[in-house]
């Protein structure tokens, strides 16, 4: 290629937007309003157990469990453990968001699979939901730094 043509082909490509890269966009964000989050049904107590569990875990595996035991623990704290636990270990969450990695509308895409995964468990579990839109409000501001 000489020096004219590529300075030519540059001059092009300057003057018409990509279209490639919104067509990527897009399929990227259609692949994502197609998927649906799956959230298992449990009582809200076996949910709110199961979090305060994998809560403890973590602690454990950190050195840093003091024996606090599930009866003594306040209900707002139970409730954003159990939507932890529920985003991470009982959906496809994390695994969603990696998928984006390197997408082009990969920061809209990460913003709509944590919307529909917040919603997924409010919709299933309706005591949850203020903590879950708490959750979703508190990382969308972080710039999802989950």
């Known amino acids: 290629m000489s020096i004219a043509t590529y300075r030519l082909s540059r001059q092009l490509r300057a003057r018409k937007p990509p279209a490639h890269g919104a067509r990527r966009r897009e399929k ?12 298992p049904r449990m009582t809200l107590n076996e949910v709110r157990q199961a979090g305060f ?10 050195g840093d469990f ?12 139970l409730d954003r453990w159990a939507v932890n636990w529920l985003r ?12 984006q990695r390197g997408k082009v509308g990969a920061p809209e895409a990460k913003v ?21 839109l708490r959750q979703f409000a508190e990382k969308k501001e972080e710039g999802l730094g989950v």
Not at 53 to 62: H, S
């Open 66 to 77: 003091d024996g606090t035991r599930f009866e003594d623990v306040k209900v707002y704290a």
């Open 53 to 62: 569990e994998c809560w403890c875990k973590q602690r454990e595996k950190q």
């Open 112 to 132: 709509r699979v944590l919307e529909k995964v917040m919603g997924a468990i409010a919709e299933a579990y309706p005591s949850l939901a203020n903590e879950a």
């Open 88 to 99: 991470h270990e009982m959906t496809d969450y994390d695994q969603k968001l990696l998928d």
């Open 28 to 39: 990227t964000l259609t692949e994502i309003e197609r998927w649906r989050p799956r959230v």
